[in-house]
Structure formats: structure tokens, C-alpha cells
């Protein structure tokens, strides 16, 4: 695989009034890569993750998305990436088909490609006898499997999940993983955010924030090796215990 | 457009599915428009009157049958002394209270001339004022019937001189005020739902999320915001066009003028109705905001369009106020293309009001319109 970086910050900031919720944050993610995004609640994970999908304006410094600004070609970033955010975002009121038919709609692809995304999804899933039930009614982990393969639905170089297996039973979670190594084998790089340490040991490399700044960076075994560590849970709280922000 | 083909198929969808909205929607307004009228309606009826008789003579019992018989009088006491009339009146027995006094007849053929005592219960001022005025048409017009019967027909020139009145009430010559109230009521419907619906569809998908998922889209602003309102317009259309039915069948109301004409107009009132819409989107994050934003606004529509009373009797910088306001100008276009059939020379200036103000908002609300917040 070559080493391409897909996502490239430079003391990226972005501060609500005095508060500064992303301090100068300088990283970068390579095509491809499985980039766990850790942090306490509070951190500024989210508002990281929205900068880098044009949702919120950076107060200072850089960033390109697959090969874009994120000042200036926003709708560039947005054709190249998927997301999936914290609140689930499919629409309860349509049918499975119907949400994936919209999602495909909107991201422009022909009606051919709709038809055969749709067959596909449905079937990686095994959602075909669910096809015409309402999104309501499936159950959560269902969803955010659903909700995760309509973020990719347009193939996209990166996708963000923003805790995306909030909420979700270990057996589930552990599907949702085979499906983002799954995107992951085609070459999608994946961006996410996660609070379960087991989670962060599949990831590829992991940048733990701590109140704002990144207090770490490198790959799993790296970290533990540094801190000392049996696993990413310890790690993770001793960078963490210190931090003065949390809700 | 395709695009826009996918958002539209999606609304519809949602607004389909969703029977509470339908039921909200049509058949929500259908009945208001069936009952409202029935309470706006200023013709005063049923007025109870009390009589203090102390006359009983052929003349005042003449009198009492000539009011009774108007229609908008229903006869509630008969009494014998003002004071028992009176009480009638404290308790709400009566609106009126008429009383005649002893000789009243002796005193008309002498002296030729007599007095009546009218008390008014002004508590609900319409009515006591119409009833007031109800009643001294009856008598004057009695006195000039007395007038003429007693005077001998060959009495020369000096035979009471009289200035008689005939008018005509163009466009409404019965002077039905549901002819002037449904077109009111039609658009007043109308207002609510298509600038608070499209309002609260917006900020539903805020509320659920869904809108970040829209926003991380390449989708274009204005062909979300298409998307988002076409459909409105168009049930809007259909509430109307059932409205029109409704009109037709319960008060046999049917637009004199030109549909194409009230089509037009209803197409930029929509317009200028849903841009409100889109902007009171913009600043609401929840749909409890967007309704007391909606209401807010609406109360004020209802009051100082002109629906219920003339925009004339009001002060200067008041009418143009409502001079802002779109249904001022929707209602005053239906009144005259419903009654008159009026024609686009005759309502130009209302459609430009309608569409400067619809651009206004409209502009306003899309450049409030954000996919990212700073």
C-alpha cells in the first residue's frame, strides 16, 4: 500500500468564545489506515471530527481531507467522504430500502448503482426479509449497522464515526468491527471515535485527547510498550486521569 | 435535479406515512373552516329585549310587535317596573331593556310627540351598539308609519316631509357576512399551515439529527431547501383548492372572478409564507421554539390582517404594519376576487407587497442558512 496521507492537519483549532475546544492539533491519517480517535468525554473528539467533515469552520490552522481544504473545498471533502454521527441519522419513518435509496440519491448515483448498493447492503447485513420494515422498528444494533453501511454507500476515501457502537451489545460491536475491517480491505480509510478500549486495540494507530491537545500518538502496541502498559485501558488512564474537562 | 428528485420522494413518503400530519394537514382545516364562520359572524341575532310596559295601550303593544317581529329580537321579560327590568339585566336576562312610559299613546295623538327610555347592557360592545341601532331604525321607522296614518292624506303641503334612504350593498347585497368571513378564515388556515408545517419539518430533522447527516452531503442549500418546501406548496394548493369545495358546499361561496387569478396570487402568498417558514427554521433548534415563534406570529396575522375588521379604522403606523404582513394582502386579494372578480390590474400592487416581502424573507432565511456553523 503506498503512503498517501488522506487526512493532513496543522495546528487545527477551534475555540467557542475562551474555551478552546481543539488546541493545535497536528496529526495525520494514511489511505487505507484504521485511526482510533480516543478521549474522555469532553476532549473535543467531536469538534475534530466535525472540522475535518466541513460541518464546523476551524478557528486556526490547517487541514486537507482526501486531497482537499477544509476552508475552501468543503463540498470536494463532502463527495469523498461518508459519516456517521453520535445521534443515529437514518429516518425512522422510511423503510430499510427506502433510506439506502435516499442516502444513494442524494450522494448522486445513478439509479443502476442504487439498485445494485441496495441488493448488496441488503445482503452483507442479511437484512433481505427486512428490506420494507421501518427503520424504527429494527433493533439498535441493526441500525447502526445499517447506518454505517449507508455512510459508505457512495464509496467514499474516509469515513468518520463519530461512537459509533454507543450503546451496542459486545456480540454486535463485535459485527460492527468485521464490517469496518470489512470497508477497511477496500481500501476505505477509516476515522473513528470510540470510548471502549478493546475497540481501540483493533485500530491500526490511536491519538488519545486530553483536554483538547493530543496527549498521544502511535500504534496500540507502541503505546503500551511507552506507558508501561498491559492494556490500551491503562494507557488510556494515565493520560486521562489528569484532565480537568469532563461533563 | 435529480438530486432534488430523491428529497421531494422523501417527503412525500414521510409526509404520507405519517397520519397524524395528514389528519393535521386536511382535514384539520376543513373543519375550522366549516365551524369558524359560524362564530365570526357580526350580524347581531337573538338580542334578548325586556319590556317595562306602563302605557298598555294598543300603540305600545303595537311597538313591542313591530320589534319582535325584526328577527334580531327574542322577547325574555315583560315587566311591570323598570327596576324589575333592570335587574333582568344585571342578571344576564337581557341585553336591551325598553320602557314606555305611562300615556305614552295619550301623549303621542295630543302632544305629538313622546318619549322612549332605552337601557343598554354594553358589556359585549358589538351587540349593544348594533342592538341600540337595530332598535331606533324599528321606532323611527314605526313613528314615520304613525306619522303618515294619522295625518289626513289632504292636508296640503305640510304632510311630513320625508327623506327616504334606498341603498344598494354592492357585491354582497344581503349583506351575508360569511361572504366576508370564509375567504378570511380560508386564508388564515392556510397561513398556519403552510408557514409553521414547513417550519416544524425542518426542525424535526435538526432535532433527530438527521440534518448533520444532510449537511455532511454535497447537497446544494437551495435544492435542500427546495426540497423542503415544494412539497408544502403543494399541499398548501390542495388545502386551498378543498377549501374553495368547502366554501361552495356549506355557504354556497364561489369565486366570481378568475382562478387563474387566485391561483397566481396563492402561489406567491405561498411564497412569501413559506420563506417565514424557512426563517423561523433558521432560528429554532427545537420545535417547541418554532411553535411559540409560529404562534407568536400567527395571533398577529389573525388580528391585524383585516380578517375580522376593516385595516381602515386603523391608525396610521398601524396599517403599515399590517401593511408587512402577507395576509393583509392574501385576504384583501381573495375578497375581491371572490366578490368582485377583480381582475390583476385591480390587485397589482398586493402581489408586488406579497412577492418584495416573500423575497425579503426568503433571502434572509437562506442566508441563515448554514451547513456549517462557525
Known amino acids: 500500500m503506498m503512503e498517501v496521507d488522506v487526512i ?27 485511526f482510533g480517535f480516543l478521549g474522555a468525554n469532553g476532549a473535543g473528539k467531536t469538534t475534530a471530527m466535525r472540522m475535518l467533515c466541513g460541518l464546523l469552520e476551524p478557528s486556526s490552522g490547517k487541514g486537507m481531507v482526501a486531497g482537499y481544504d477544509i476552508y475552501t473545498q468543503r463540498d470536494d471533502i463532502k463527495k469523498n467522504i461518508g459519516y456517521m454521527s453520535q445521534k443515529f441519522s437514518l429516518y425512522d419513518d422510511l423503510t430499510v430500502r427506502e433510506n439506502i435509496r435516499f442516502y444513494g440519491g442524494i450522494y448522486g448515483l445513478s439509479r443502476k448503482e442504487i439498485a445494485a448498493k441496495t441488493a448488496e447492503l441488503l445482503t452483507e447485513l442479511q437484512l433481505e426479509k427486512e428490506a420494507k420494515v421501518l427503520v424504527s422498528q429494527l433493533p439498535l444494533g441493526w441500525k447502526q449497522k445499517l447506518a454505517f453501511s449507508i455512510a459508505i454507500v457512495h464509496d467514499p476515501q474516509i469515513v468518520f464515526l463519530d461512537e459509533p457502537t454507543g450503546g451496542v451489545d459486545p456480540v454486535t460491536r463485535r459485527q460492527f468491527w468485521d464490517l469496518i475491517y470489512h470497508a477497511s480491505a477496500r481500501g476505505v480509510t477509516i476515522f473513528v471515535t470510540t470510548h471502549y478500549m478493546d475497540e ?48 | 435535479m435529480r ?31 366549516i365551524l369558524m364562520p359560524l362564530a365570526a359572524d357580526f350580524s347581531v341575532k337573538n338580542i334578548s329585549i325586556a319590556v317595562v310596559d306602563h302605557d298598555h295601550s294598543t300603540v305600545s303593544r303595537q311597538l313591542i310587535k313591530k320589534i319582535t317581529a325584526s328577527g334580531h329580537f327574542k322577547l325574555t321579560g315583560y315587566k311591570d317596573s323598570y327596576l324589575d327590568g333592570l335587574s333582568m339585566v344585571e342578571n344576564d336576562k337581557a341585553d336591551l331593556l325598553i320602557e314606555i312610559p305611562i300615556g305614552f299613546e295619550r301623549n303621542l295623538v295630543r302632544e305629538n310627540s313622546q318619549k322612549l327610555f332605552i337601557t343598554i347592557n354594553a358589556i359585549e360592545g358589538t351587540k349593544a351598539n348594533l342592538g341600540g341601532g337595530y332598535l331606533q331604525n324599528i321606532i323611527r321607522d314605526y313613528n ?102 368547502v366554501s361552495k358546499v356549506f355557504y354556497n361561496i364561489w369565486p366570481v372572478g378568475n382562478f387563474g387569478i387566485l391561483y397566481v396570487s396563492l402561489i406567491i402568498y405561498l411564497f412569501a409564507m413559506l420563506g417565514m417558514g424557512l426563517l423561523i427554521s433558521t432560528y429554532s433548534e427545537t420545535q417547541q421554539q418554532a411553535m411559540s415563534l409560529s404562534f407568536f406570529f400567527t395571533m398577529i396575522f389573525n388580528m391585524m390582517s383585516g380578517m375580522f375588521t376593516s385595516l381602515d ?62
Open chain 1, 200 to 247: 481501540a486495540e483493533y485500530c491500526n494507530r490511536v491519538s488519545i485527547m486530553v483536554d483538547g491537545v493530543i496527549a498521544a500518538l502511535d500504534s496500540p502496541a507502541n503505546l503500551k510498550l511507552k506507558y508501561g502498559a498491559n492494556n490500551m485501558d491503562e494507557v488510556f488512564y494515565q493520560l486521562a486521569r489528569n484532565a480537568t474537562r469532563g461533563e
Open chain 2, 3 to 33: 438530486i432534488l428528485y430523491y428529497l421531494l420522494e422523501k417527503e412525500f413518503l414521510q409526509i404520507l406515512r405519517n397520519k397524524s400530519i395528514l389528519r393535521m394537514l386536511i382535514i384539520a382545516p376543513i373543519i375550522q373552516l
Open chain 2, 144 to 245: 314615520s308609519e304613525l306619522r303618515m296614518k294619522w295625518i289626513p292624506p289632504n292636508s296640503g303641503p305640510n304632510r311630513g316631509q320625508v327623506i327616504s334612504i334606498a341603498s344598494t350593498n354592492w357585491y354582497n347585497p344581503y349583506m351575508n357576512y360569511h361572504l366576508f368571513i370564509v375567504p378570511g378564515i380560508l386564508v388564515s388556515l392556510l397561513t398556519a399551515m403552510s408557514s409553521m408545517q414547513a417550519a416544524f419539518n425542518i426542525v424535526q430533522e435538526k432535532e433527530q439529527g438527521t440534518i448533520e447527516q444532510i449537511n455532511v452531503t454535497p447537497i446544494k442549500k437551495y435544492i435542500f431547501i427546495l426540497g423542503k418546501l415544494l412539497p408544502f406548496l403543494v399541499l398548501s394548493v390542495i388545502v386551498f383548492t378543498l377549501g374553495l369545495i
Open chain 2, 313 to 374: 379604522s386603523m391608525p396610521n403606523w398601524a396599517k403599515i404594519v399590517a401593511n408587512l404582513f402577507p395576509p393583509s394582502h392574501f385576504i384583501k386579494i381573495m375578497r375581491m376576487v371572490v366578490m368582485k372578480g377583480s381582475d390583476y390590474s385591480d390587485i397589482s400592487s398586493h402581489l408586488f407587497w406579497m412577492f418584495g416581502i416573500g423575497l425579503f424573507l426568503t433571502t434572509w432565511a437562506v442566508l441563515n442558512y448554514r451547513k456549517t456553523i462557525n
Open chain 1, 8 to 34: 493532513r492537519t496543522e495546528n487545527l483549532t477551534k475555540k467557542f468564545g475562551n474555551f478552546i475546544a481543539a488546541n493545535e492539533l497536528t496529526f495525520n491519517v494514511k489511505k487505507g489506515e484504521i
